[in-house]
């Protein structure tokens, strides 16, 4: 074993795959990306307009889920996951993705896969409008396993200075309103595989294998989300993604407030009910491990729930009004 190659990494294959994704990385750039493809870097210059701007970011992965694709072979999808992951938590604190670079580590290079993968990426940042600068896709035999794959990214960020969405201007008795999704997301995927032993399985009611309906992609929330801060009708905002509702809906809220949440006002998509019996997880599991149906919180005062609905609906968005924030010291309480 005297060669690189030989040890598992196939540098002339990997100089081949980067010419193949030349084309999809670039198609998510504007006029204000500096710098060319393959480089050993690119910046991004500012968005006009901005005073005081301050940067922000954010990095997450796609987790386990990446095991459903590798089962089903098919990672059409995950891009958008990984994506929705990184820039909704920017959202979430009024901060607008403007670049974004992912990190690619395999057992053993498959170029036609990281392809797609990067290729999703690539589409959902330019859905947002924004530049997948670049990343890396690294070979790890010995380390990872052959034909496994992990993913994950890191997001660049833009607010105005005092534009913050902090919480602090919450108060008791503002609405709290869900934004629906429509699907598991990527979180939870540790406990489905567990629960899920047949991915083949045609999920009741429909003529669809399981598999592609836990792969259906992220809702990203980023451009309706966006749209509330900069008309300032949010008081908070949470990404509901590990830890569900329990675990997410009280993290932008002040002390001594607290957020009461009654889960009768939306029916959860028919997915989580069917995880939850045929793994036979309680009500209280499901809630602290799955967004069951809520992808994203918007708090906002009771007098502007009604334009925030019909902002959210031209986002093509459903929503729920699903509570209010009250005095407790319980920062999160289901009904």
Known sequence: MDSYKSAGVDVEAADKYVGTIAEAVTSSWGVNVVGGFGGFAAGITLPPGFRNPVLMMSTDGVGTKLEIARLMNDYSSVGADLVAMCV???AAVGARAIAFTDYIAVG?????RERTIVESVAQACASINCALLGGETAEHPGIVETHHVDLAGAALGIVEAGMEITGDDIRPGDHIIGIASPNVRSNGFSLI???VDDLGETFP???RPIGNVLLEPSVIYTPAVLALAEAELATGFAHVTGGG????????LPAGLGALIDTTTWRPP???GWLAER??????????TFNMGVGFVVITRPDRATTVYDALSEYGHSAYGIGTIAETSERVQLF
């Not at 053993?108 to 036609?112: A, K, M, N």
């Not at 509702?245 to 932008?252: D, F, V």
């Open 270 to 272: 028919e997915v989580f």
């Open 193 to 195: 595989r567990k629960v």
């Open 245 to 252: 509702l329990p675990g997410n809906a009280g993290r932008p």
């Open 88 to 90: 909704d938590d920017l």
């Open 108 to 112: 053993r290079l498959d170029p036609s």
């Open 279 to 288: 793994g036979g997880i309680s009500n209280e599991n499901m809630f602290r």
């Open 205 to 207: 009611g429909t003529n």
